[in-house]
């Protein structure tokens, strides 16, 4: 098993140990989303895969966040804050706006992009520096502004 696995595996038996059923509950979802994509693919997962699912699943709770107070629903919104922030604990360090701002010059720079054209290959760099580490919807878009998009 991958070091965040262990982790993951490690927080849940404290949170029973703690009868936390609110944190218990959030990190069995967790394991439950990587054992479903581990059978689905028919792989074990690593670390990098491991953040991509919890990161999928973050992204998930901000759109439900989104419906929710669009629906006047409090409640449910600050149920799936806790979980968010329960998830981003799995979450590595994130970037600072100066050090994504460096990593898009950088895969600008390495996939020769000079045109919003070529932003597939400098993205796909940037992908690989960045993932988890920062949302990457708002690089994809500063990206683009400095392609000229």
Do not use: C, H, N
């Not at 996939?111 to 940037?126: N, P």
Request: proline residues 1%.
């Amino acid at each position: 098993m991958s070091s965040l696995k262990d982790r993951i595996t490690e927080d849940m038996k404290a949170a029973m140990k703690a009868k936390d059923s609110e944190r218990l509950g959030t990190i069995r979802m967790i394991t439950s989303a990587i054992k479903q994509r581990e059978v689905d693919e028919r792989i074990q997962l690593d670390d990098a895969q491991v953040l991509a699912v919890v990161e999928k699943m973050i992204k998930t709770r901000k759109e439900s966040i989104a419906q929710f107070q669009s629906g006047g629903r409090d409640d449910l919104v600050a149920k799936e804050q806790k979980e968010i922030d329960l998830l981003q604990t799995y979450m590595p360090q994130q970037l600072g706006d100066a050090e994504v701002d460096a990593l898009i010059a950088e895969a600008i720079a390495e996939s020769g992009a000079s045109s919003i054209k070529e932003m597939g290959k400098a993205m796909a760099l940037l992908k690989q520096k960045a993932q988890g580490r920062t949302d990457m919807a708002t690089a994809s878009a500063k990206l683009k502004a400095k392609l000229g998009g």
